[in-house]
């Protein structure tokens, strides 16, 4: 089919599920649900599994179409990671039962997710987690402590990387899985957080079943299916699809400095227009690292977008602090724990000031994106590393 027939053909057929599910009057998740048997949820992902096998750019058609239609986006506010992380993952590890089972109610927002990988002695250095999975039978008992996991009072399930053989070196021994969260032996804790908000947990496992038909890539594989995990991540974290230029936080900046002079000091402009068209390269950058990842699965060139994401975020959050003077560290709303998720871009700039600290945190540490820069895209020599060829159960801990 030509790309012109192509084009043709995928508006028809998102025009026949707006005729059929109209957007205004149809429940969110059962027009969502239709989206994905219509095969428009991926379009890349093969028949059957919420896709038609077309390119990847080819979404963007379908998306641009549904939002002039005012329909509701896949996933909902809740499944970032979900959407974001799990899904690459499992279309890209899963088997076709898998897929069939897990991306459907992911899509349509039944089934939010959340990341169980950070450990009190395992962050940076993810491939040292403790927590442990034994096989019993059809199921693998997990044992062990997860923490920062955010959105876990909020999920259904998990993406979770455990230890699964602690006798072989660090990064060998570790699987994947797909973990229920709603099951006795999952316990989860708020930690509140410097804006007094508690987005993330501590999980504890305790004795909690996953059927090893939840596995996800083979036994011992986990650290490969990880890495795609956490490089859909950095994308995700780094580049907002479809952020208009002006939009975001530089927007809310600039709008106050326009409507706001009398808040303007000397000096302040040069820094404003600096942050301005840091931004926009930002933004233009993330477009085309979308378009190159639109070929596959995106590669460590994420972690540069992601770096220079928390380092604006950082700034432009400081400068509007500066702007608002004395006020700018002030707000009233410190809820603990919400139902719904925060819009970042509509709260105090006082609150998106305290937000952005954990940006150079959450999904990598600036630090370790810059190792990952230096040695996987610059091809500098690597950090020393003693613990390549030792056991796990060997190593300090
Ligand atoms: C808002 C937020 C949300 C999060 N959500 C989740 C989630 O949903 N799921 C999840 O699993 N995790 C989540 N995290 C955890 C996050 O991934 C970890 O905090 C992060 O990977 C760092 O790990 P750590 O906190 O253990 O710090 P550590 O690894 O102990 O690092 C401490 C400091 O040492 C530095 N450091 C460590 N090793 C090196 C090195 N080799 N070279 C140079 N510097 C180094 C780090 O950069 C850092 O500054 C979240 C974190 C935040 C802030």
């Known amino acids: 089919m030509s790309s012109e027939d192509l084009a043709v053909d995928l508006k028809a057929r998102v025009q026949a599920l707006l005729d059929e599910h109209d957007p205004a009057t149809t429940d969110p998740r059962e027009f969502l649900g239709a989206q994905y048997d219509a095969g428009l949820a991926w379009v890349h992902l093969p028949h059957g599994f919420g896709g038609l096998d077309l390119p990847r750019k080819a979404q963007e058609t379908v998306d641009a179409q549904l939002a002039a239609a005012g329909a509701p986006v896949g996933g909902t506010a809740k499944n970032f990671i979900g959407m974001g992380m799990a899904a690459p993952t499992i279309a890209a590890f899963g088997t076709d039962d898998q897929k069939r089972k897990f991306l459907r109610p992911l899509f349509t927002g039944e089934q939010v997710y959340c990341q169980l990988f950070s450990e009190p002695g395992a962050g940076s250095d993810l491939a040292g987690v403790a927590t442990r999975a034994v096989r019993d039978g059809d199921d693998w008992i997990v044992n ?147 378009q190159q990842a639109q070929a596959g699965q995106p590669g460590p060139e994420g972690a540069g977008m992601k770096v220079a994401f928390a380092r604006l975020a950082q700034a432009i959050s400081g400068f509007d602090i500066e702007l608002h003077a004395e006020s700018g560290l002030q707000y009233d709303d410190w809820t603990m724990r919400r139902t719904e998720v925060v819009d970042l871009i509509g709260r105090e700039p006082g609150y998106r000031y305290l937000r952005a600290r954990g940006n150079s945190i959450e999904g990598g540490t600036s630090e370790i994106l810059r190792n990952t820069i230096s040695e996987r895209i610059l091809g500098l020599p690597g950090e020393h590393r003693v613990d390549k060829d030792v056991a796990w159960k060997d190593l300090d801990r």
């Not at 570790?174 to 508690?198: N, S």
Request: charged content about 25%; glycine content about 10%.
């Open 144 to 290: 062990g402590q997860k923490v920062w996991t955010s959105m876990a009072q909020h999920a259904q399930m998990a993406i979770l990387v455990a230890r699964t053989d602690p006798t072989v070196p660090k990064h060998a021994g570790l699987t994947y899985f797909l973990c229920d969260m709603t099951q006795p032996g999952v316990e989860v804790r708020p930690l509140r957080q410097i804006t007094g908000e508690a987005e993330f947990n501590e999980v504890f496992l305790t004795d909690a079943r996953v059927p090893d038909a939840n596995r996800l890539g083979p036994v011992g594989g986990g650290w490969r299916v990880a890495t795609t995990t956490l490089n859909n991540e950095r994308v995700a974290i780094g580049t907002r699809a479809g952020t208009p230029r002006e939009g975001g936080m530089i927007g809310q900046v600039a709008r106050v400095w326009r409507d706001e002079p009398g808040l303007r000091n000397p000096g302040m402009h040069d820094e404003l227009m600096r942050l301005w068209v840091d931004t926009e390269v930002l933004r233009l950058a993330g477009e085309r690292l979308r």
